[in-house]
T-cell receptor
Framework: GESVGLHLPTLSVQEGDNSIINCAYS??????FIWYKQESGKGPQFIID?????DKRQGQRVTVLLNKTVKHLSLQIAATQPGDSAVYFC???????????FGKGTRLSVIA | DVKVTQSSRYLVKRTGEKVFLECVQD?????MFWYRQDPGLGLRLIYF???????EKGDIPEGYSVSREKKERFSLILESASTNQTSMYLC??????????????FGEGSRLTVL
């Protein structure tokens, strides 16, 4: 039968500190990556994306880094706020023509 | 604003019951998706649809079926619910090729408990 993982990785950070959430993606052919944020009781919402021809992209308080060599993606949140508390998912696709494949998620908990 | 509405936020069903989860989007999106979300497993794709009456299996279609009779509505059906289908179900929609720009819009989820 299918093995079930019940553990959601959790990152706890102090308010005002920077957060780094990591993601290892699975398909070396993936060429487009997205980070989603899911607040309690809501569906995931788009935060930031990056294409494989880039290794860094910045948004407002968020930065995504892509390392294709080791198939690693990270989301950096500057000056973390209580409103950043949520579950964060990375997602990948290739050729722009296939459904997104989501990672397992990381829970970010901000300590006031 | 795009709105994806899932008809039931919480359902409790018994083993063997037939379960319908309904999803409606109001932005004329071609693509609609059903995901299942479990702690530590992330979002797993059950089925998706590129157009009316079209459906494609995702990664975990066993035990599920779908119906897309109208463009705005995508239904997930559990023919005979089992306890291992207790989960959070998320519906999403996007324009054709919308995941190229990250524009996947989610509903708020339907939490199903099968006893």
């Amino acid at each position: 039968g299918e093995s079930v993982g019940l553990h959601l990785p959790t990152l706890s950070v102090q308010e005002g500190d920077n957060s780094i959430i990591n993601c290892a993606y699975s398909n070396s052919a993936s060429d487009y990556f997205i980070w989603y944020k899911q607040e309690s009781g809501k569906g995931p919402q788009f935060i930031i994306d990056i294409r494989s021809n880039m290794d860094k992209r910045q948004g407002q308080r968020v930065t995504v880094l892509l390392n294709k060599t080791v198939k690693h993606l990270s989301l950096q949140i500057a000056a973390t706020q209580p409103g950043d508390s949520a579950v964060y998912f990375c997602a990948e696709t290739y050729s722009g023509n296939t459904p997104l494949v989501f990672g397992k998620g990381t829970r970010l908990s901000v300590i006031a | 604003d795009v709105k994806v509405t899932q008809s039931s936020r919480y359902l409790v069903k018994r083993t063997g019951e037939k379960v319908f989860l309904e999803c409606v989007q109001d932005m004329d999106h071609e693509n609609m998706f059903w995901y299942r979300q479990d702690p530590g497993l992330g979002l797993r794709l059950i089925y998706f649809s590129y157009d009316v009456k079209m459906k494609e299996k995702g990664d975990i279609p066993e035990g599920y079926s779908v119906s897309r009779e109208k463009k705005e509505r995508f239904s997930l059906i559990l023919e005979s619910a089992s306890t291992n289908q207790t989960s959070m179900y998320l519906c999403a929609s996007t324009i054709r090729g919308g995941w190229r720009t990250g524009e996947l819009f989610f509903g708020e989820g339907s939490r199903l408990t099968v006893l």
